[in-house]
């Protein structure tokens, strides 16, 4: 069993390169069935947000070539993106998992969205059986660490999000939002969080589009904005000075004729957008008319650089948390290897006694209830001294990084195997006796 992770972020790669990996939430089922089927894959799940695409799999037996699946599924040149790919495999994995999920590695260390998006994309996983086992394991006890570092450390504090920093930009770029008009394409999340902002820091209006009217209607009736047609969207953009855009579109919806369009209406008065999508949905080239500013999710870097210093400590503290938790993560699953071998080596004694038992009791005449409980007593106490030895030195093994080896010595020393159909059904039927001598008052007999 191996944890594997490729991928690439904001700080790896340039927004462009991003775009061109990014899978739209309506693709990610077909996505997640491509990585499955992918050949050693037995569990996978892929995340994709406007700051990171990452594939995370689980192989029973070797490595796996995941740079194949990215070439197989994205029919992209690999010089384009491969130069800007990061991997991890085992302890790593899983703790760039922890940090990610913890948000230690997000652009604004802290922010509270990355959480619901990894948990978007693992019941996105779970809904087409891509995690069903070790995976599953690993990402609860992904969340449950996410959830320790909020709790005990102070880095969500004055948590601050891509939508926040975007209008702390627009701040910055207008003095004050006072009086200002604003236009929302986009009635997802991060829209929703941004409309938050400029409320609470005095935009006057909001305009909302969106390709789901109904939704528009809502998010404007929530913040007492109006709600714009998306058909409607390139006659009505003008009305605002800054638009915050962050649709799900896999080409640019503002391109340079629309921005020659709007400075036309305005009489030349300037326009900021703020693109926070991935793929873009602003075209680079509206950047070179004058009026028209535009920002993008890597342009919002700057912003965040006035954070870092302050929530430094706190990270440093949620680091020391991580690296505990990957230990702890580590032992559990090296425990979950031992276990089959200890179950098979107590149900291969407990062969041995019962069989004993039953080849003697010929022997030993007719028993009375004190005189089988005393039997029974004893011969568990010889068998529970010997289990002892070897339990205990799997359990202790796990730690150790010949834990493989000292499994085979102990399946090899009592001649382990898996157990068989017939072996099975003995030990389920002598379990179905207990039950039934407990349940008849403790009596018990010869097996017939």
Do not use: W
Request: charged residues 25%.
């Amino acid at each position: 069993m191996k944890f594997q992770l490729i991928g690439v972020n904001h700080r790896t790669a340039p927004v462009e390169v991003r775009e061109r990996l990014a899978i739209p939430e309506s693709q990610l089922p077909e996505a997640l069935r491509h990585l499955a089927g992918h050949p050693g894959v037995d569990e996978g799940i892929i995340l994709s947000t406007c700051n990171r695409v990452e594939v995370l799999a689980q192989t029973k037996n070797g490595t796996v070539d995941l740079r194949a699946f990215l070439r197989d599924y994205f029919q992209l040149n690999p010089s384009d993106y491969e130069p800007h790919l990061y991997e991890y495999s085992e302890s790593d994995a899983v703790r760039h998992l922890f940090r990610v999920t913890s948000s230690l590695d997000s652009m604004v260390v802290g922010e509270p969205q990355i959480l619901g998006q990894v948990k978007e994309a693992y019941a996105s996983a779970r809904a087409v059986g891509a995690v069903h086992s070790h995976l599953d394991l690993l990402l609860t006890r992904a969340f449950a660490v996410a959830k320790r570092v909020r709790t005990e450390t102070a880095v969500g504090s004055s948590a601050v999000s891509v939508a926040s920093v975007a209008v702390e930009l627009a701040k910055k770029i207008f003095g004050s939002l006072q009086g200002k008009h604003v236009y929302l394409v986009g009635a997802g999340k991060m829209s929703e969080l941004a409309a938050r902002h400029l409320i609470a820091h005095g935009a006057e209006s909001i305009f909302v589009a969106n390709r789901t009217y109904d939704r528009a209607e809502q998010m404007a009736a929530r913040f007492g904005g109006k709600a714009i047609l998306f058909e409607q969207l390139y006659e009505t953009c003008d009305r605002a000075d800054i638009v915050i855009t962050s649709t799900g579109a896999p080409h640019a919806i503002f391109r340079r004729e629309h921005g020659e369009l709007f400075l036309a209406r305005r009489k030349n008065r300037p326009m900021f957008f703020i693109d926070i999508a991935v793929p873009r949905d602003v075209d680079p080239e509206m950047n070179r008319l004058d009026g028209i500013f535009v920002y993008d999710i890597d342009d919002l870097q700057q912003a965040v650089s006035s954070h870092v210093a302050d929530r430094r400590k706190e990270a440093e503290r949620a680091e020391a948390i991580i690296t505990v938790e990957v230990e702890r993560f580590q032992v559990r699953l090296q425990t979950l290897d031992v276990v089959p071998t200890i179950v098979s080596l107590q149900d291969h004694l407990e062969t041995i006694r019962q069989a004993e038992i039953d080849r003697v009791r010929g022997r030993l005449g007719a028993l009375s209830p004190e005189q089988e409980l005393a039997v029974d007593a004893l011969t568990r106490g010889i068998i529970s001294k010997i289990m002892h030895t070897p339990i205990s030195t799997l359990k202790t093994a796990v730690r150790e990084a010949e834990a493989t080896t000292v499994v085979d010595v102990v399946r090899r020393l009592f001649d382990l195997h898996d157990t068989s159909p017939q072996e099975k059904e003995l030990q389920g039927r002598r379990k179905e006796d207990k039950k039934a001598a407990k349940l008849g008052g403790g009596e018990s007999g010869a097996e017939t």
